[in-house]
């Protein structure tokens, strides 16, 4: 594993005003790029994504790459693992907003044919979703400032 620093660089844009307008966010390499706009909930037209979803889609995108690098490790037998993530955002006293919680649910198949039931791996699998949390960069970047909650579900390929 690499040890340098790493940079990683987006560029935003934002035509129009607040309520009616939309904006442009891509990564630097051009491999990524969506609009977004300000939420209905917010008072925005709605219809494309928004700066909320942008950080629940990093959030679930660490934290599934995090697992399946340390699911590799312990050389688990995993088919796919899936994850959704789901972020309450509240008011807070200066009439701003912000997440009080995140909460992760990965789901793990198992490829466990010929090799018993996916129970087996019990320990271990609850061992990866742990370290995963403690090691994915986007949960440690808002530990103590959002409640951040994993619950996983195991299933052998079908």
Request: charged share 25%.
């Amino acid at each position: 594993m690499e040890t340098k620093t790493q940079v990683y660089r987006v560029r935003g844009s934002w035509e129009g005003a607040l309520v009616g307008g939309r904006g442009v966010i891509e990564n630097e390499r051009g491999t990524f790029q969506t609009e977004f706009s300000v939420p209905k909930s917010f008072g925005g037209p709605g219809g494309m994504t928004n700066p909320e979803e942008i950080f629940l889609a990093s959030a679930c995108a660490c934290y599934l790459v995090t697992l399946a690098m340390i699911a590799e490790k312990m050389k688990l037998p995993v088919k796919n693992l899936t994850c959704t993530a789901e972020g309450t955002v509240i008011p807070d006293e200066q009439d701003g907003y912000h997440f009080r919680e995140i909460t992760l649910r990965p789901h793990i198949e198992m490829d466990v044919e010929g090799n018993g039931d996916s129970a087996q791996y019990e320990d271990l699998i609850a061992r990866a979703v742990a370290l995963a949390e403690q090691r994915c960069i986007i949960s440690r970047a808002v530990k103590g400032t959002v409640h951040y909650e994993v619950q996983h579900t195991v299933a052998a390929a079908g």
